[in-house]
């Protein structure tokens, strides 16, 4: 009793000495940086976008107040609705691509076969390359005159279309090119979530008579459905980020047929010097992003098992 009394004073004095040096103070100055950092790089910029979305601006005269005018225009002019509609359909495409591939790209890893390790690491390869590297490459292979692919086609007999320059298919072009680039990174997703489903449940499956499709569909699929909504999220947010590959291989055209709204938001404030419309722009993309994301988040409690 008395070596428990002791104990539980020497306790008490010690952890008094270790507050002794505490002051709340300390916490906030070891995020100052960030803080800092975040506000000069993050929050300034943002409300100085959204004032200049209100102001007719061309980087050489004073900005000038016009109201909404610039969403007013951008919403009555059909040459931002193609956009619009390119940007929606891009972002479909890449979803459901990358969402498709990057399963079965992780199903495949994640067998125990030998080699598997090289695969992975050629599968996430795309990933880690430049983005406007992988467009010059691209561009090259499928070039009419000189690429690859076309004459590869070529001497099999089949006339090769003009991939970045007919309207109707350039777009699919360009969103294959990034739903190839970009599969990778979702496997990785993907495998780490297939990883941490226990063996003992498809054990247990196996034993019941479950058949290999059984066991992917009832099994494996309903138990992915955290990992699912998660790369469904990213995705969808990293949809919208597809400058780099247009900039480099179409330039937004043929006829405007592979403008997006973030390409569009660089052509009216570096190349056209709108910078007030440039900002609207942008703030409807956020806004698009915004409800979009809030939808998937509304609709995760309908289809996502959290419960294994």
């Known amino acids: ?27 906030w100055l070891l995020l100052l940086p960030t803080l800092i950092g975040l506000i000069i790089f993050r929050i300034l910029p943002i409300a100085g ?34 956009v619009v509609s390119n940007t929606l359909l891009f972002s479909v495409l890449y979803v459901i691509g990358v969402m498709i591939i990057g399963l079965f790209l992780a199903v495949l890893v994640n067998s125990k ?20 590297a992988v467009g010059i490459i691209w561009r090259w292979i499928l070039s009419p005159n000189y690429g690859i692919l076309n004459n590869f086609l070529q001497i099999i007999g089949i006339n090769p279309p ?3 320059g007919d309207k109707s298919i350039a ?18 997703m993907f495998l780490a979530g297939l990883q941490s489903i226990p063996m003992s449940i498809k054990e247990a499956a196996l034993v019941d008579g479950a058949n290999p499709r059984q066991l992917f569909f009832r099994i494996t699929l309903p138990m992915l459905s ?9 995705a ?66 309908r289809w996502v098992n959290s419960q294994y």
């Open 1 to 27: 009793m008395l070596i428990l009394k002791s104990t539980n004073k020497q306790r008490t004095i010690v952890g008094k000495h270790r507050l002794a040096w505490y002051n709340p103070i300390y916490p």
């Open 49 to 82: 976008s959204f004032y200049l979305s209100f102001t007719d601006w061309d980087f050489l005269r004073a900005p000038k107040f016009i109201g909404i005018e610039n969403f007013r225009e951008a919403f009555s002019n059909p040459s931002f609705l193609q």
């Open 113 to 132: 076969v030998p080699g598997v390790n090289f695969f992975r690491a050629a599968f996430y390869l795309p990933v880690v390359t430049s983005a406007v």
């Open 162 to 164: 003009f991939w970045l």
């Open 171 to 188: 777009l699919f072009t360009v969103s294959f090119i990034q739903v190839w680039k970009m599969s990778g990174y979702y496997m990785i």
């Open 226 to 234: 955290p990992t699912t909504f998660f790369v469904l999220t990213i």
């Open 236 to 301: 969808i947010i990293d949809s919208f980020k597809n400058f780099e590959l247009i900039y480099t291989m179409t330039r937004g055209g043929p006829q405007n047929a592979t403008n997006t709204l973030v390409y569009d938001v660089y052509l009216n404030a570096f190349v056209h010097y709108r910078m007030g419309y440039s900002s609207a722009v942008s703030f409807i993309l956020l806004l698009g992003v915004g409800v979009i994301t809030y939808l998937n988040f509304k609709m995760k409690k």
